[in-house]
C-alpha cells in the first residue's frame, strides 16, 4: 500500500530522516515510535505528501505520491494531526461534512447520494449525534478528537496517518479513541499508520512498531519483537521490564526507577 525506498529529508544541515526503507501491507495497523525530535512526524509528513523527500522515493499503491493530484490524494489517504481540530466555531456536523471535500464538485456539491447516510452513520458511531450543532470551541478535548475522527472518516480513505492521536486525552478516552480507530480498521481493511508516544497502547492495538532513532530507522518488527527491555534501553535510554499483558499476551512495559528501593 506504501513504499518508502531510501527516503532522506534535511531541514538545512539536520538530518532529520536518512536511509528510511519500509513497505506496509493494506490493512496494517502500524505504531511509529520514537524519543522526541527523532523524525516520526516528518515520516508522515512525506508519507502524506504535505512534505517531499530530498532523496528517495514514496509510492502509494504502487504509484509515486508526487504523481497523485489533491483530490485523488484525498481520496486515498487521510490525515489526523496531534492536536485533530482547534477550538474554533465550525459546528461538529460542519467539520465532519468538509471531509467530504474528495467527493464534491467545483460548486461543493456532494457527488456520492448516500453521503447524508455515511454523514449520519458516522455520528451515532462516535457519539456526536447530539453534539452536531455545537461549535468545537464549546467541546472538550475527547470530544474534539472524535470530530475529527469523523472528518477522516467521512473521507472514506484507504490509509489513515494519525500523529498522536491519544496526547492530550484520558486513559478512557485513549481507549475509546483507539477502539472506534480498530473497529473501523477491521470492518473496512484500512490501513493505519499512527504515530505513538504510549508504548503500551501501541502494543495492544499495533500489528507491527517501526522504531526511529536520531532520523534513522533503528528497528522493525512486531510489538513482541521491539518492545524489549534491551531495545526500549538502547533507543529510550530507559530501563523497563516487559511483561505479557494477562488477557493477550502482548509485551506491557514496566518502567524501572533510577533511583529508590527495588523490591526484593
Ligand atoms: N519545518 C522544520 N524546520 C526545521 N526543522 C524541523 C522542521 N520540522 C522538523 N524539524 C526538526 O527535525 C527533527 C525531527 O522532527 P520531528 O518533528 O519529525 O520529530 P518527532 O519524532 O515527530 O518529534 P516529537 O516526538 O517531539 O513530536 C527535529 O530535530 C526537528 O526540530
Sequence with gaps: MIEVKNAAKSYGRLNALRDIDWKVQPG???????????????????????????????????????????????????????DGLPPVSFTVREVIEMGRFPFQDWRGREKDGHAERLMQDIMDRLELGGLAERPLSSL??????????????????EVVLLDEPTTY?????????????AGWQHEEGLTVISVMHDLNLASLYCDSLLVLNEGSL?????????????????????????????????????????TGKQAD
Design 28 to 82: 496494517e495497523f502500524w505504531g511509529v515510535i520514537g524519543p522526541n525530535g527523532s523524525g516520526k512526524s516528518t515520516l508522515l509528513g512525506l508519507i502524506s505528501g504535505i512534505e517531499s523527500p530530498d532523496r528517495g522515493e514514496i509510492k502509494l499503491a504502487g504509484r509515486p505520491l508526487s504523481s497523485y493530484n489533491r483530490k485523488e490524494l484525498s481520496r486515498k489517504l487521510a490525515v489526523l494531526q496531534q
Design 140 to 157: 472538550s478535548g475527547g470530544q474534539r478528537q472524535r470530530a475529527a475522527l469523523g472528518k477522516v472518516m467521512a473521507q472514506q480513505p
Design 169 to 181: 486525552l484520558d486513559i478512557r478516552y485513549q481507549m475509546q479513541f483507539m477502539e472506534l480507530v
Design 218 to 258: 533503528a528497528a522493525q518488527g512486531t510489538p513482541s519483537e521491539i518492545l524489549v527491555p534491551g531495545m526500549i534501553e538502547s533507543v529510550f535510554e530507559v530501563k523497563s521490564h516487559s511483561v505479557a499483558h494477562p488477557d493477550t499476551g502482548v509485551p506491557q512495559l514496566l518502567l524501572q526507577k533510577a
